[in-house]
């Protein structure tokens, strides 16, 4: 870049004023002189373009580029305004080939303000055939790939409970306001069937009956609702069911149902009469998750107060309790044909249980050092928890083993349930939304073995292909494989080494 050392700038404003406009007008003409000479150099005209400084056009006229204003004719206003507008530039620039790529650059300047490299707008369209980068090919594919599980459902209130139902594509949502919303899902939608206000405080807790007719609910009010389906009318009132707020619900069969509350309660109900069955007070502390088998003989139940406590359900009274544990039991599964039972616990912790020996756990295993407080079995080896991290992950039982992440949240997850099929998991968090997590890809994973080599630290991090977020080794798989092509390649060259 040239720098004129006749053109001084002047350090003070007041110098500016004793300037007077013949001598302005004698500097200029210098410049001019010197730009002329310096002309016939190839290299230099390009450079005084650059520097929008005059530059002889064909028929030898001066044309002048930038923001002076100086014209052809040697004339000059000192009193002219700057311009930087496109218009001014473009007229400036004139003449025949020289003049006319100088236009043409200065054209492709103005386009383009403050040096950008900015491009003029074009469509984008989905199509990644028309694509050479990998990683905008696979972002394309994957918004064009069908979806596999229905979109969120977002509500203004805090959703307590979920539950699907047995035979149609519902769920039930339960709200803190007491009322319960009905959706019918699909992939590419979901469509609000109804609103129904049950409670006058919050819904605890949403279940279907077996055969779908009915819907029950509990409550801070301490009162059980059976809701009519099909009518959306009253089925049946339990009201002030329990002495202190009911938690939970389990659903036995079409008729019989049992309800725990904060204070250690539990209770057994027939829809066929108007009284509870039988009361059993064994604990002090809220009861957590209602559970049995397919045989409904043990009705099992998990207490804040770290117990776990086993009804006989025809001889009504109680089986077994067991040792207390330091921590509170929050939830529960049955496994392995019915021969095991898993307890979550408030310090990660899994403890197994054979059936019908609920007085000390068989087995332990650490979990995944957060606090689970949600469990549903998703196979018959294979459970999800979930709790306070956001995460839900999917354990091998008997042998233990973190199979990964199934899915997250944002936030504390609150309810979690799978659908009559299996192939879908629905959570909801403290965020007020409700996700799905297609889990079909289970029924073609494999038994593990005991003495099977795993690595604890990455399974528990693993991302499985429901969730949201891929995993950091798949970046470099690609690089693996590349690798490997090229050491097949008979014409690569050979590999120096030591």
Request: aromatic content about 8%; hydrophobic content about 30%.
């Amino acid at each position: 870049m040239h720098t004129h050392n006749n053109f001084k700038t002047p350090s003070d404003e007041d110098e500016l004023d004793d300037l007077d406009e013949d001598m302005v007008v004698g500097v200029i003409a210098e410049i001019e002189q010197e730009v002329l000479n310096e002309s016939d150099s190839d290299n230099d005209e390009y450079d005084l373009v650059d520097m929008g400084a005059p530059v002889p056009d064909n028929d030898g006229d001066v044309s002048y580029d930038g923001n002076d204003s100086i014209s052809s004719d040697d004339s000059f206003d000192p009193n002219a305004a700057d311009s930087d507008s496109d218009d001014s530039m473009l007229d400036e620039a004139g003449g025949g080939s020289a003049g006319g790529a100088t236009s043409a650059k200065k054209r492709k300047d103005d386009d383009n303000p403050s040096g950008s490299n900015k491009q003029p707008e074009a469509s984008f369209d989905l199509d990644e055939d028309d694509e050479t980068d990998e990683t905008v090919r696979a972002m394309i594919a994957a918004i064009k790939k069908p979806r596999s599980s229905p979109p969120e459902i977002k509500l203004e209130d805090f959703i307590t409970d979920i539950c699907f139902h047995p035979d149609r594509d519902i769920i039930a949502l339960a709200t803190i306001i007491g009322d319960v919303h009905l959706y019918e899902y699909d992939n590419e939608a979901n469509k609000l069937l109804r609103t129904i206000e049950v409670h006058s405080k919050a819904c605890r807790d949403v279940e279907f009956t077996e055969d779908g007719r009915f819907l029950l609910t509990c409550s801070k009010d301490k009162c059980v609702m059976v809701t009519d389906m099909e009518t959306e009318k009253l089925k049946k009132l339990y009201e002030t069911a329990h002495d202190d707020a009911i938690n939970t619900l389990h659903v036995l069969n079409e008729n019989l149902f049992a309800s725990g509350d904060d204070a250690g309660t539990v209770k057994l109900w027939d829809l066929r009469t108007k009284n509870a069955i039988f009361e059993l007070k064994e604990l002090e502390d809220q009861i957590t998750q209602l559970t049995t088998n397919e045989q409904s003989k043990l009705l099992l139940a998990t207490s804040a107060d770290g117990y776990l406590t086993t009804f006989n359900i025809s001889a009504r009274k109680m089986y077994v309790q067991s040792e207390p544990y330091e921590e509170e039991l929050n939830c529960m599964g049955v496994y392995r044909g019915d021969s095991k039972l898993v307890v979550g616990t408030s310090k990660g912790r899994l403890y197994t249980y054979n059936w019908g020996q609920f007085g000390y756990h068989c087995d332990m295993y650490p979990g995944i050092k957060s606090p689970i407080s949600l469990m549903i079995p998703i196979t018959d080896r294979i459970a999800c928890v979930a709790g306070e991290d956001g995460n839900i992950r999917a354990c091998h039982i008997a042998p233990y083993r973190n199979l990964g992440v199934v899915g997250q949240h944002n936030m504390p997850i609150e309810s979690l349930d799978v659908n009559a099929s299996g192939e879908l998991i629905a959570s909801s968090s403290h965020n007020n939304d409700v996700r799905f997590w297609n889990v079909k890809y289970f029924e073609d994973f494999g038994e593990i073995k005991y003495n099977e080599k795993h690595n604890a630290y990455k399974e528990q991090r693993h991302n499985l292909p429901s969730s949201k977020c891929s995993n950091t080794s798949d970046f470099f798989a690609d690089l693996t494989k590349e690798d490997a092509d090229g050491d097949d390649d008979p014409g690569a060259g050979p590999s120096n080494m030591a």
